[in-house]
T-cell receptor, first 114, second 112 residues
């Protein structure tokens, strides 16, 4: 089944404790991205990747890191999480970045930073 | 900066009604527009994608139209069913940008 998977789905952590949220897709997609969803602010892009070893900042990259060492995986790293990073995170992928390319979203990771 | 607005924020209708969800955007220089469905505790499911050169797309009971010049899109749902209850999100991708800009969504409740 074609899908985008994220792990963990739920995470409670404390301020400053490094964490990684994994994202994997099995559709051989080149384009991957991370979004966060907050009440009243909607979904906003954090980082994106056009292909292996090619990443760039989205609209709200502060406090996050990403890497793209393999085509299928695009982990999101919070080096020193803070309470304002409490949010619902989504990973997305698409075959490319063309006008006709539908983006597929993972199930989301709900993060609480205490 | 692109802004996307969805009206209404919430909608409750009886089963069987035809309904229209509205989406407006401030910058008409878009690459495409997508409608998504989001169910509680789940991710986003793409419903329809309209490229900037297209006027509408249809899938089953869903029809989405795009008027780029006026910055508007509508999602028409025919013969609504309780299973259509979800939040519907509109997202646009601007030219030269990779990111989608999302609206805040319309929360739809279809009463049996």
């Amino acid at each position: 089944e074609a899908q985008v998977t994220q792990n963990p789905r739920y995470l409670i952590t404390v301020t400053g404790k490094k964490l990684t949220v994994t994202c994997s897709q099995n559709m051989n997609h080149e384009y991957m991205s991370w979004y966060r969803q907050d009440p009243g602010l909607g979904l906003r892009q954090i980082y994106y990747s056009m292909n292996v070893e090619v990443t760039d900042k989205g609209d709200v990259p502060e406090g996050y890191k990403v890497s793209r060492k393999e085509k299928r995986n695009f982990p999101l790293i919070l080096e020193s999480p803070s309470p304002n990073q409490t949010s619902l995170y989504f990973c997305a992928s698409s075959l490319g970045a063309g006008a006709g390319e539908t983006q597929y979203f993972g199930p989301g990771t709900r993060l609480l930073v205490l | 900066k692109q802004e996307v607005t969805q009206i209404p924020a919430a909608l409750s209708v009886p089963e069987g009604e035809n309904l229209v969800l509205n989406c407006s955007f401030t910058d008409s220089a878009i690459y495409n527009l997508q409608w998504f469905r989001q169910d509680p505790g789940k991710g986003l499911t793409s419903l329809l994608l309209i490229q900037s050169s297209q006027r509408e797309q249809t899938s089953g009971r869903l029809n989405a139209s795009l008027d780029k010049s006026s910055g508007r899109s509508t999602l028409y749902i025919a013969a609504s069913q309780p299973g259509d209850s979800a939040t519907y999100l509109c997202a646009v991708r601007g030219t030269g940008r990779r990111a989608l800009t999302f609206g805040s969504g319309t929360r739809l409740q279809v009463q049996p």
